[in-house]
């Protein structure tokens, strides 16, 4: 017994020395020192042994064991430490040679245009304004004289989280949510991301940004919407754009219109942009509807006011003459970089 535990020693020694990785280190380990190892096959058997050489039998086993355990982690760190040096002379950096240069992103058109907006408007006193966008079906229609079965809602093609949540179709929401919390006067713009189920196309994205405004106070009129937006249209498009009203029809307003303004690129000659009429679809308006208000917690009887939206990504494609609503959520830097 005594000579088969030097055997064991005197092998594993051997090999040892000539591993060469953590792996065969591993493989060794196992063979001798592992569940059915050979020291530990034999160790079982001390029952065997009779009494009297049990003690010096088991003195050798642990001797042994001990010993193989210490040159196993001997072993086991020198191999690390070759590994780690080939390694770093795998790894050499040459501090004196120039960086990768990085790629610096630019703005989005989208926010450009967005904050050149929001500044128009806030120096005209306006407040910017925020609401969710998963949203109430009471406030994203029903509030805003939209009630279940009204022809509106079909011209929305609306996603549904369930019967009484939506994905917001309008930041007209936010009207309602800022008449509820705030009294009048109330001079707000609430710019931002909208969800319709629109096939993908030139010009639809089933989503998109708007931007709200809303104004109500005691003896606000139409002259007072129309005095505020052809300040933001020459703000926007230059002192020279013109700009004219056409009857429409929207459930949250009454008179309601849209505006156009004179196409910015031929200056009213008639060209691709306008379509050769000269005038460019620019926003829906209106004076806000008695309904809209009352839901609100405003009196009719006592204030009044207008409301107005448009389409931010149709201003941006206007702005740049971008012809594929598309290009702008792609994030295609060769398309990106030109801004």
């Known amino acids: 017994m005594?000579?088969?535990?030097?055997l064991i020693k005197?092998?594993?020694?051997?090999?040892?020395?000539?591993?060469?990785?953590?792996?065969?280190?591993?493989?060794?380990r196992v063979k001798y020192l592992g569940k059915k190892g050979e020291l530990t096959q034999i160790l079982r058997g001390m029952g065997a042994v009779s009494e009297e050489e049990r003690p010096v039998i088991g003195k050798i086993a642990n001797e042994v064991r001990?010993?193989?355990?210490?040159f196993i982690q001997e072993a086991s760190e020198s191999i690390k430490k070759a590994e780690k040096d080939i390694k770093l002379q795998n790894e050499v950096i040459d501090i004196t040679m120039p960086g990768i240069r990085q790629t610096m992103g630019k703005r989005h058109p989208l926010e450009l245009t967005l904050d050149r907006m929001k500044d128009i408007f806030i120096s005209m006193g306006f407040t910017i304004e925020e609401g969710p966008e998963v949203e109430l079906d009471y406030y994203n229609f029903e509030a805003l004289n939209i009630p279940?079965?009204?022809?509106?809602?079909?011209e929305q093609d609306t996603f549904y989280i369930n019967d009484t949540v939506v994905l917001r179709t309008q930041t007209s929401p936010v009207q309602i949510r800022t008449m509820e919390k705030q009294k009048p006067p109330i001079k707000m713009v609430c710019p931002g991301k909208v969800y319709r189920a629109d096939a993908v196309d030139a010009s639809h994205s089933p989503i998109?940004?708007?931007?709200?405004?809303?104004?109500?106070?005691?003896?606000?009129?139409?002259?007072?919407?129309?005095?505020?937006l052809e300040q933001y249209a020459k703000k926007m498009f230059g002192e020279d754009v013109k700009t004219k009203f056409r009857p429409h029809h929207f459930p949250f307003t009454e008179p309601s219109a849209e505006m156009d303004a004179s196409c910015f690129v031929c200056h009213?000659?008639?060209?691709?942009?306008?379509?050769g009429s000269g005038w460019i679809e620019i926003l829906g308006c209106g004076m806000v509807h008695p309904d809209v208000l009352r839901n609100g917690g405003i009196d009719p009887e006592v204030y009044s006011g207008f409301a107005f939206g448009f389409g931010v990504d149709r201003m941006v494609m206007m702005k740049y003459a971008i012809?594929?609503?598309r290009l702008l959520y792609e994030s295609d830097m060769r398309f990106l970089n030109q801004f």
């Open 10 to 28: 005197e092998h594993a020694l051997k090999e040892l020395k000539e591993a060469v990785d953590g792996t065969q280190l591993d493989n060794i």
């Open 323 to 325: 012809d594929d609503i």
């Open 2 to 6: 005594k000579e088969k535990l030097e």
């Open 268 to 275: 009213g000659k008639g060209c691709k942009l306008c379509k």
């Open 208 to 228: 998109f940004y708007q931007m709200e405004g809303l104004v109500v106070d005691k003896g606000i009129t139409f002259a007072d919407l129309k005095g505020t």
């Open 66 to 70: 001990e010993s193989l355990e210490n």
């Open 148 to 154: 279940k079965n009204h022809p509106a809602r079909g």
